[in-house]
């Protein structure tokens, strides 16, 4: 791959990354798109693209968390022969010396010593390319890097990329404000994914905090790209980046409608929180139709008849004991108030998911953030039902 070359021609392999749990749900986001022969990986997907690809789904994809184009991949026999193939790359090609950079990724061998040694050796091979052909060595920077190489070795196959998103697609630009504990927004599109949400039933969040989940419902809703807020892409700062190309994919790419085409609603008990919330939907154009409240759980009235809830409640760490009995308080508050409704609940308290009291019709395994954390369907029917309900510890 030349980035040098703007071509839209060119095919690359693209690799999306994502969250454990979420790489059958990024599948289906981009089949929707339109796009086929999809291979899922672990924490990834990946497929073949051209350069446009890479801008399109930089800005529309809501299951990602960055896009990488392949550079090159290799077989080497030890650490040195790492640097070798590393230094046949004309790194020159993909960015200039006044641009900071950085190396990261995953090791998973054998051949080092160290787990970092990998990193400095491609680094050096870059810096001394740079000094060998009598330009000024370009800098460092490992926190907030122009330009970010990905590198990932399994045992001797070597896989270098780039990261043609920098920091990461969660950070979508629209969040001014978030709690404590906020729910990171590519899990929270995937959620919705998840759930089968149709864009059309009501969606009620009891926890809603910063208001995460509430936002990417209604961005999905309103077909809405999820960085349209967002003002930095890393692939700026490549040599062959094409304004034009990434203007014919951003200029008119969205309009803003008339009116929310389905029923959002949110609530916490923290008025701090629904503050946050409601300056976060203000910036997006989106509070004159979500109605946030500053209510618990406990005194809270279904907002709907019928709807789906789907909801991100404490998980306790900071709570004690106290943490199972809200659960309890929630699951009996569920039964008696949310009749008709589809209540998807997420979390990585395993002990205080018993406390609910109802059997879950579903269990996925996912990640949010670095915790490992479980996705549970609940559905409460009208009148009773007995296997609704549960004694054992399940």
Not at 88 to 106: H, L, P, Q
Not at 115 to 130: E, N, R
Not at 172 to 181: H, I, M, N, T
Request: glycine share 6%; hydrophobic share 35%.
């Amino acid at each position: 791959m030349n980035m040098q070359d703007k071509s839209q021609k060119s095919t690359y392999t693209i690799t999306l990354k994502t969250f454990f749990g979420l790489e059958e749900v990024l599948k289906g986001e981009l089949e929707e798109m339109g796009y086929s022969d999809i291979t899922v990986l672990n924490r990834a997907v990946q497929m073949e693209g051209s350069l446009k690809d890479v801008y399109y789904l930089n800005y529309w994809c809501r299951c990602a968390i960055s896009i990488l184009v392949q550079i090159e991949k290799f077989r080497i026999k030890d650490e040195q022969d790492l640097y070798k193939k590393a230094a046949k790359i004309d790194w020159t090609s993909y960015f200039d010396e006044k641009k900071t950079f950085a190396v990261k990724g995953a090791i998973f061998s054998q051949l080092f010593r160290h787990s970092q040694y990998p990193y400095l050796l491609v680094k050096d091979a870059i810096v001394d390319q740079f000094r060998d052909q009598g330009k000024e060595r370009p800098n460092v920077q490992v926190k907030t890097p122009q330009v970010l190489f990905d590198l990932y070795i399994r045992e001797n196959e070597v896989t270098i990329s780039l990261n043609t998103t920098g920091a990461p697609l969660f950070q979508r630009g629209y969040r001014d404000s978030v709690g404590e504990a906020p729910l990171n927004e590519v899990v929270a599109a995937g959620l919705l994914r998840m759930t089968e949400w149709d864009k059309k039933t009501p969606l009620y969040d009891p926890f809603c905090g910063s208001g995460t989940i509430l936002i990417e419902a209604a961005m999905m809703a309103l077909n809405m790209p999820p960085a349209i807020e967002r003002q930095h892409f890393a692939f700026k700062n490549f040599k062959n980046f094409d304004a034009e190309l990434w203007a014919s994919i951003t200029d008119n790419a969205y309009e803003r409608p008339a009116e929310l085409p389905v029923q959002i609603f949110g609530s916490d008990k923290s008025a701090e929180m629904m503050m946050k919330a409601k300056r976060n939907l203000r910036g997006l154009g989106l509070a004159r139709w979500i109605d946030v409240k500053p209510d618990a759980f406990q005194d809270s009235k279904k907002p709907f008849e019928k709807g789906m809830v789907i909801t991100n409640p404490p998980y306790g760490e900071r709570m004690g004991e106290e943490v199972e009995e809200m659960y309890d308080e929630f699951g009996t508050w569920i039964k008696h108030e949310l009749t008709g409704f589809t209540c998807w609940v997420i979390s990585s308290n395993q002990e205080a998911f018993k406390s609910i009291g109802l059997r879950p019709e579903r269990k996925i395994k996912l990640f949010n953030g670095d915790l490992e954390c479980s996705f549970r369907k609940f559905c409460i029917y009208e009148g009773s039902k007995k296997d609704q309900f549960q004694d054992s510890n399940d």
